[in-house]
């Protein structure tokens, strides 16, 4: 019986001894992933891409404001004499492109957002990439965005380690 329990304390003391040990071990991170992301080259050429996307969606648009107010100037210049079925089809005309306009507001808006997720995606999967790389590299088991954006985070001890700068070098990032 006394064997069974010095077998006992011994296994327990083990078991405990491992288990604080690998406690310990444990080792976090965290980053700043937009402001990785702001300093990426990559997200520059993004972004002009995208600024040059728009200003060809906002080019379209003006024409068809453009063609609107012509719409629009020719329906005042009838003048009082002008048919009610010229009118009619006048105010019809106005209408449609009215139409257009809210239409193309509309789906310009969907591609603006298609095209931007379209462009970041690949800037925030190289991101990730090197996070994920770095943090392996350094034995980590968690890392955390510690982004303005993300108040998720409460507390951040000294130990966890701050990703950024390494991320940042292994992307060749000054």
Do not use: C, W
């Not at 327990?12 to 080792?27: D, E, R």
């Not at 063609?67 to 009610?84: C, H, I, N, W």
């Not at 993300?150 to 700068?165: F, M, V």
Request: glycine share 6%; charged share 25%; aromatic share 6%.
């Amino acid at each position: 019986m006394k064997d069974l329990m010095k077998l006992l304390a011994v296994l327990l003391f083990t078991v405990t001894a491992a288990t604080a040990a690998n406690a310990q071990t444990l080792k976090f991170g965290h980053i700043d992933l937009q402001g990785l992301i702001q300093v990426m080259p990559e997200r520059t050429t993004a972004e002009e891409e995208f600024n040059k996307f728009q200003a060809e969606l906002e080019e379209i648009l003006g024409d068809m404001q453009t063609q609107y107010q012509t719409k629009l100037g020719e329906f005042e210049q009838l003048g009082a004499d002008a048919s009610e079925i010229k009118r009619n089809a006048k105010v019809t005309e106005i209408q449609e492109i009215q139409q257009r306009i809210q239409n193309y507001q509309v789906t310009a808006q969907q591609q603006l957002q298609q095209k931007q997720g379209e462009l970041l995606q690949p800037v925030f999967d190289k991101a990730e990439k090197a996070i994920e790389e770095v943090a392996k590299e350094k034995g980590l088991i968690y890392v955390f965005d510690a982004g303005v954006a993300n108040r998720t985070i409460l507390y951040k001890s000294n130990q966890s380690l701050d990703l950024l700068p390494l991320v940042k070098a292994k992307l060749g990032i000054q």
